[in-house]
Structure formats: structure tokens, C-alpha cells
């Protein structure tokens, strides 16, 4: 009788388990995805208010909105980096968790996390690289803007 009673506990610690190591990763995943967005509308508004400013001669004003985007890119990518690395401490032991189900279900497909890992190939498997790459490229571009920006003034 000992025996169902901890076999039931323990299958609950590993629901408990798994439920949290999910959550964890969905909710920090889901925060870099809405920083993402702030990044794509900030720099949509970024890019209108700066082409305005050109348009209406106020270079001054155009250059210091490229310095903002700066600014802004910064911001989005050191918070969607850390949300990424939270998120990431999940990882390891959901593949723990999806290993111990697969092994007591005989269903080796459940190793969904180690699958997700094999699979990933190229820009995903590098895909850190080409964010900071995008990053250094934006950066890069801002600062060139604010420089245009004041030198055709």
C-alpha cells in the first residue's frame, strides 16, 4: 500500500515539476517576444519622427531621434538577451522531466526538448550570433543616421 501512495506522490511532484519547468520558460519567452514587439513599433515611430524631422529641416532634432533609436535597440536587446538566458534555465530540466515520462510511458517521441535541440540547424542553431549581429548592424545604422542627419544640416 506504501508503495502506490509514494509512486502517487511521486508522479504528482512530476506534474508539479514539469508544469513549472513549462512555465517558466513560456513566461519568459513570452516577455522577449513582447520586447521584441516594443522594438518593432518603437522603431517604426523612431523612423517616421526622424524622416519627418529631414523632411521639415530640423536636422538637429532628426539626429537626436537616431540616438534614441540607439538607445532603444540597446534596451530591446539587453532585456530580450536576459528574458532569452532566464528562459533558457528551464531547458535542461524539461528534457530531464520529458526523459523520466518517456522512459515510464515507452514513448520515446516525449523528448520533445532534446528533439527541439537535434533539430535546430544553421541561424537557429547559431541564432544568438545573428542577434547581435542584427544588435552591432543597427546600432551602427542609428549612429550613421544621426551623423547624416547633422552633417546635411
Do not use: C
Not at 75 to 95: D, F, N, T, V
Request: aromatic share 8%; hydrophobic share 55%; charged share 15%.
Amino acid at each position: 500500500m506504501a508503495d502506490v501512495s509514494e509512486d502517487k506522490q511521486g508522479s504528482d511532484v512530476l506534474k508539479v515539476a514539469l508544469d513549472h519547468a513549462a512555465r517558466w520558460n513560456e513566461f519568459h519567452i513570452t516577455n522577449g517576444l513582447q520586447v521584441v514587439n516594443f522594438f518593432l513599433v518603437s522603431a517604426a515611430v523612431l523612423a517616421a519622427a526622424y524622416v519627418s524631422a529631414l523632411n521639415g529641416h530640423l536636422h538637429l532634432i532628426a539626429g537626436m531621434v537616431a540616438l534614441v533609436g540607439a538607445g532603444a535597440s540597446g534596451a530591446a536587446y539587453l532585456i530580450g538577451r536576459r528574458q532569452s538566458s532566464i528562459a533558457g534555465l528551464a531547458w535542461e530540466p524539461l528534457k530531464e522531466i520529458q526523459n523520466r515520462i518517456a522512459v515510464s510511458l515507452h514513448i520515446d517521441s516525449f523528448r520533445m526538448a532534446e528533439r527541439a535541440d537535434a533539430s535546430a540547424e544553421g541561424l537557429l542553431r547559431r541564432s544568438h550570433i545573428t542577434v547581435n549581429a542584427i544588435f552591432y548592424i543597427d546600432i551602427v545604422l542609428s549612429v550613421a543616421a544621426a551623423i547624416y542627419a547633422w552633417l546635411s544640416g
